[in-house]
């Protein structure tokens, strides 16, 4: 079994080279490395260029900047491995990555879709927490939404593997030019397949920098976020709509989270654009997909409905 592992670079030159080493000192040795030079304008480029003359599994891509969901679609169409990965390339990986990643999806015949933990590291490679994976075999995508969407860091590209003929068959990319790229995707891609399953080992090691795009408090990116989120979330309830195997109960369930997740969007906006905002989420009635099968969730929908700004101000963490 063969993995492509697909790594997006741009202006990572500090770390890039800690995150080639983790993954050309894999136990498990039937993989490329398949990265793509998103137009960086450092001098990340010298440093690609030297694993790719040591290492034939290296393979080096260049194109013009275009963020990183255009790098990641642009890595695919040239992958040939069995399964997609991806790691970002300020990231790095466990040893064991790939053998225990292959374990298990030979033991499973080969699943659409297979789920690992992971670990938040600071810049300064102390450890912050492990994020264990739910363990389950052999779910349907929806069963597997009920367990994952338990756990709020299931979204990222770089949190699972995938079977290349699933992927591509269903035509999945990542939408060019916007923030919560894997947001946007990921829920949809679970939901699709028809055998998803999971390994508990914390197997990749998430990089917490500070200023970076997605820690950043600069009002600006914030706003920007905002609205590629709401852009995100109609695609999703659009085409989470076709999937006509979703029972009703189903449906409602993916769309309560999916809507949920929206209002931590709004906690670190200032009140002008969080007065923008909750327009925005009362033009889509968000708290008609919100469950009310609880006198909790009935509450929560009333003030969601009725009270938006203290509710995201006061309630959401």
Not at 79 to 87: I, R
Not at 145 to 163: C, E, I, K, N, T
Not at 199 to 204: G, H, M, P, V
Not at 218 to 233: A, H, R, S
């Amino acid at each position: 079994m063969k993995f492509s592992i697909i790594v997006p670079v741009y202006n990572v030159e500090k770390y890039l080279k800690r995150c080639l080493d983790s993954i050309q000192n894999q136990t498990y040795d039937n993989f490329e490395v398949i990265i793509v030079n998103d137009g960086s304008p450092d001098r990340s480029q010298e440093i690609i260029d030297e694993y790719v003359k040591h290492d034939d599994r290296f393979l080096s891509y260049q194109k013009e900047n275009g963020g990183l969901s255009d790098a990641r679609n642009y890595g695919v169409k040239y992958a040939t491995g069995d399964y997609l990965l991806f790691v970002d390339s300020d990231d790095y990986v466990s040893s064991d990555y790939l053998k225990m990643i292959h374990e298990k999806i030979t033991q499973e015949n080969n699943p659409d879709i297979l789920r690992f933990g992971f670990s938040l590291i600071d810049e300064k490679e102390h450890k912050k927490t492990d994020l264990y994976a739910p363990v389950f075999t052999s779910q349907s995508g929806i069963k597997a939404f009920y367990s994952l969407s338990q756990d709020s860091y299931f979204v990222p590209a770089w949190l699972y593997a995938y079977r290349k003929d699933f992927f591509e068959t269903n035509h999945f990319e990542y939408a060019k030019g916007k923030y919560h790229e894997d947001y946007g995707l990921t829920p949809y891609v679970i939901l699709c397949a028809s055998k998803v399953v999971s390994i508990s080992d914390c197997l990749y090691y998430y990089i917490v920098r500070e200023n970076s795009i997605m820690t950043s408090n600069d009002e600006e990116k914030l706003v920007k976020k905002m609205n590629d989120t709401l852009i995100l979330y109609d695609n999703l309830k659009e085409e989470i709509s076709m999937l006509d195997y979703l029972s009703k109960t189903e449906y409602k369930y993916v769309m309560s989270y999916l809507t949920n997740t929206l209002f931590s969007k709004g906690c670190l906006l200032s009140d002008a654009s969080l007065e923008i905002f909750i327009e925005e989420l009362k033009k889509r009635k968000v708290w008609n997909y919100l469950m009310d099968d609880t006198f909790f969730r009935k509450v929560k929908k009333y003030l969601v409905k009725h009270h938006l700004k203290f509710y995201i101000r006061k309630m959401v963490k």
